[in-house]
């Protein structure tokens, strides 16, 4: 029992499991899938189907705050490649065509990585907090957006495009093998190799990393990259969704929601030890919060609200102030500590 | 330099506790400090002398016992507390804000107010009233940031007086001075505690004990050893006092210098006007298999930096390197390790260990980074390593699972020792490895760097100690002033002797090799 | 020396020179906004020709009140060290609640106070959060944004008019000498003041100190016994209150309180200051250097309606000055640190 308590996965996991099982009290329906012409339906489908992009942008995230960096420029980023891709689609003669549609794809992420290449340049090479390199972006980022569609909402006709996020494979969500794939291969990438342990070591002790022969430079700029080829592609998904490029609304709030959920996973944002598969909690519990909110029958537009109570309540349930007042409430320990800094170190 | 017997105490501390999870940092101690003393608390890293001055300060609640300041029995919730109380504080790492100005760090809390809003003219003014108390000159507007640690300390003391403080409290004041730096503190501290002043001091540097103090309380693992009147406690008492077993196991090292090392064949390393602007001077370094080559010099000599410019971890601007006699290129710490050089920083904790991650992951993760991320250390490879090495080095607790951030200082280093030598390197370089541990600690790692060297490893080793740089190297490189003053061979030097070459940048009958 | 790049060599100025820089090094970064608002002003004078009218720069403070209301309770949690987000949903959030109890028929003299109380109640619990909670600042303000955001909507999903004389008055009113020349109007002088009082709170009062003493260094600060709890709740308290008065002031600006309202209006707020010269860091900052800031963010704005392109170019641009102004930053820290 206690070493269940102790696994950091605990909390994330018991938080989406209470939230399931109330929406399935609060409607049955909750759980229940209908098969539609070999298609699976129903709100569980709809909502790992609709985390895709967010999947995908916390995934990046993750790597990201494991070094100790931020990035808030994702949602920009997301703006910028759908907004590329559509742009390329609409501009082709051959909208429905599969080699219009790769081409458009494939350039959409390129450019994503290369807006995630420059983040990591100014972080790991010039220096820059990584709040304010990313925040460059985040302000440039749509007014970029804006510039590729000119200033309109691009709208397109494709179908391979809309395959993306509204097709079906064995019966199951697209976007859901895609944001699988990402997650797969991002585990295998930081689990298998020595990447993970790596990036964590930079990320709790950049100058010992350094001196110990990490290279922590190209660590930091690879995440970085890496976080903006997925913001890249999360946002091809984002766009095939609505089948339109809105460089105003595209992933606005998702570098929040995705911090969020990273934070929920169990990952510190002072960076250091991560949790992949924390993460895929996390943003499972955030997509069922928002659609459990959307059941409620509360506008969307109010759904904030709840985000930030469960924020409160998560932060404030990893505060180790709170946890040690809970603890010497119960053990009648010692008194009051002074000094949060010194807190578990015996000094001399 | 005695105090007037008759003083009263101003502080009488009885019976302190203080416990921390599973330790009791200090057990029942009782401490008498009296007004126009400078009492000197000593005692080895972990004999408690940090957290009865924080007791003290307010910064720990204790757990028992009493503190009585001027007759008046007091509990202190924090540092406001005991200020309040008069007892004023500075510390080793100077607590001050280096972005205000001098006049503001000295009267932050104090400015002079006029109408509820501050008078800027007036509290500069007073800050200069009370630098010029303590001997001071210095520009009250200009950023504390332009000006030295030491001058950085002088004024922390001179905001102690703002607060009429009648205790101040000194921790480790000195670790970071050079000696003109140190005379002048204490002639501040000489003239603070004739005005009635109690001060409590805390070194390392045992001169300066015998120089400054008038009263010695001794402390061993949490506990009072006793309180001894400075001039009748001789030198020798006092170590043993400390230390509390003799010093044969130290002692038991034999000079490993006796070995002959061979320098015909080329170095393992050698520089030649290695340097840096404002850093060092361009000087010349060379190692041979299996030698140990101390670097021996004050803090700030140029010691450290000298080692930083050979593994490249900073870069240096002039001169050129050679690893056996073929040149090397090593601007980064990379091109150090691609040559088989490993180096062990003094800054343990900052840039040393990898705080949150296990022991194990700690040792594999030289190795690791050698081979880069692709090739990941496979479970039962780095099982076999960590064993071997944890039993090898006598890491305690040996449990490879544990956060090395949980370890005491010396399992910490040699973890740190354990990663580098998992590297297997032709040459190390430690910076200060035994500093700050306890005494067995620094035995086991003295053994292992003569061991490694038998071995035929090349070692660089420096630290404060001078004894333990001649007791373990072949020759020595002595440093003064940002700059290399000269080479010793070690076997017929006494540690006066290089005490003396350090102080007067000659020797009387100088063998110099370079 | 402090290593600022002092390349004037004359042998009667060095000395004056050099202990400016030892003294007042941290304006550096204030003087060189200065000196790009008035590139910009003269720039654009240049290019236009009717730039530089009193019409312009009148109007350059009546748009941007509300920003620089809330760039000056922005500059005071930058300066602890720490970061408001929350500061944009709030701004809509009292400005939606304002207008509602308006509407329902309350005075002006409940409301308006009701409005600053919120914006204050907002900052505590970030504060509170922050000091009590160790979380940290970026989380602990986004969690009020969201809060804000949702309560805006939960006022209202549409934007409500608002027609109270009052409030109304603090827009439509021009201080005017003439017709066409200088003019004021009381939202202005609002956000003058918040000024003034910010920058006297920060350089003449032991609160203000020991704002700078935390962003320098908060461990001393908490060894040097000064209330550092306290402060730094009041730091975001104070950016609470700018919050709920940009509120009072863009319901004015725009007559009526819509919940989208100041949507990026953190990001604009923490780039003003940026550029105004605080460091992010924390310690090192003025109001009146925020103050530029907005300016500097205002002209761009104007400057880009005056070439009749796309509003887009306003981010861009802003975004590309941050970049200009946090690199020169970083090249003064890391000459400075290697000294």
Redesign the interface.
Known sequence: MKRILKNRLFWPVLALVALIVINTIARPSFISITVQGGQLYGPLIDILRNSAPLMLVALGMTIVIATRG?DLSVGAVMAVSGAVALTIIEGSSDPNGLGTVLVAIVVGVLVALVLGVWNGF?VAV????P???T??????????A??ITG?FITTINSEPYKFMAQGYVLGLPFALYVSMAAVVVVALLER????G??T??VG??P?????????SRG?IWGAYAASGLLAGLAGILYSSNIMAAD?NAAGLYIE?DA??AV?LGGTS??G??FSLAGTVVGVFTIQTLKSTITFLGV?P?????????V??IV??VQ????RSVLARASQAL?????????G????? | MTAAPAQPAIVEMRGITIQFPGVKALDGVDFVLRSGEVHTLMGENGAGKSTLIKALTGVYPIDGGTITVAGEQRVFRGTADAQAAGISTVYQEVNLCTNLSVGENVMLGHEVRRAGLIDWKATHREAARHLTNLGLDIDTRSALSTHSIAIQQLVAISRAMVGEARVLVLDEPTSSLDRSEVEQLFAVMRDVRDRGVAILFVTHFLDQVYEISDRLTVLRNGMLVGEYPAAELPRGELISLMIGRELDELDALSRSAAREIDRDAAPVLEASDLGRKGVLEPADVSVYDGEVVGFAGLLGSGRTELARLLYGADRADSGSTQVRGTPARITTPRHAIDQRIAFSSEDRRAEGIIGDLSVAENIVLGIQAKRGWLRKVGRAEQAALVDEYIAALGVRPADPNRLIKNLSGGNQQKVLLARWLATAPQLIILDEPTRGIDVGAKADIQRKVAELAAQGMSVVFISSELEEVLRLAHRVVVMRDRRKIGELTSHDIEVGDLVDFIADGALESPENVA | MTGIPVTVERASASGALRRFFSRRASWIPVLAALAILIVMFIGAQAYFGNFLTPRVISSLLLDNAYLLILAVGMTFVILTGGIDLSVGAVMAFTGMLGASLLRDGLPVGVVVPVMLLIGAAMGLAVGIMVQYFDVQPFIASLAAMFAARGLAFMVSLSSIRVEDPAILWLQSTRIQAAPGSWFITPTGILAILVVIVGALLLAYTRFGRTIYAIGGNEQSARLMGLPVVRTKLLAYVVSGVCAGLAGVVFTAYTGASYPLNGIGTELDTIAAVVIGGTLLTGGSGYVLGSMIGVLVYGSIKTVISFLGAEQSWTRITIGALLLLFVVVQRIIVARSSRR
């Not at chain 1, 010692?334 to 010194?342: A, E, L």
């Not at chain 1, 578990?344 to 001399?348: I, L």
């Open positions: 931020i100014l010039v220096g820059i907090q709040i304010i390199a925040l460059v972006l985040m302000l440039a980022g749509r007014g970029i804006l510039l200033g298998r190799t020595a990447l342990v790596l964590e070591a709790i002790n100058e010992a990393s350094r001196l110990a022969g990490v290279r660590i460089a929040l911090i969020l934070v944002l002072m250091g030890k506008p537009a109010v759904s904030p609200l709840f985000l930030a109570i924020v409160v932060v404030l505060s180790p102030r709170l010692r008194p009051r500590n002074s000094s949060p800094q010194g578990s170190e015996v000094a001399s």
